[in-house]
């Protein structure tokens, strides 16, 4: 594990990648004395929160009750030293089980995770933020999750993973689907809770 680790608060650390710890971003400002841990925050940007947020509204309304989705960042157990976080994930009926023993990360895959952002500083393990996304995403694929969806605001695309062969990107203005036969169009969704387009 990273030398850094002792070093770093736990709440910093983001994920667990084959015992490696990722860093949320700005982990470096707070070890230079730059930000405090309140600085950084542990939550999202507003973009990030708004565009998750846009995307659990349309799946709540329209999903049937049979589906189970979410936004908290779950945490997943996919293997031993590697602990995922899902920004979205959602289960069909049964795929969910949870008791008042469930006080652990989730060792079920949901059927599909959808990412908004990337919210790691992916210089200690990774070489740059695509080797990070393609990292995660294969392995979630991996333990049985049928559909990864990034969403990226900077590029303003959407990647879809349904299996390691097929990936691909899209406009995030155009309908991609999320299980079964339910489809979204990031921006019509954002432009439908009222996204404020600057001039």
Known sequence: MNHLTTSVPKILIYEE????????KGYKEFLLGLKTIEEIGMGTSKLQYFITG???????????????????ELGLHISKN???SADIAIYREGQFQVGFHSTQYADTPPNVVIEVDIKIDE???????????????????????ERVIWVFSSSRRVLVADNPQKWYFVSWDLPIPVIDDYEVSVWELMLKNGFQVES
Do not use: M, S
């Open 54 to 72: 846009c995307i659990l509204k349309f799946l709540n309304r329209n999903l049937p009750d049979t589906y189970f989705a979410n936004a908290a």
């Open 17 to 24: 990648f084959d015992g490696h710890p990722v860093y949320r």
């Open 82 to 84: 590697t602990n995922f």
């Open 123 to 145: 210089y200690e393990y990774f070489q740059n933020e695509e080797e990070y996304f393609h990292k995660k995403t294969e392995r979630l694929l991996q333990w049985g999750v």
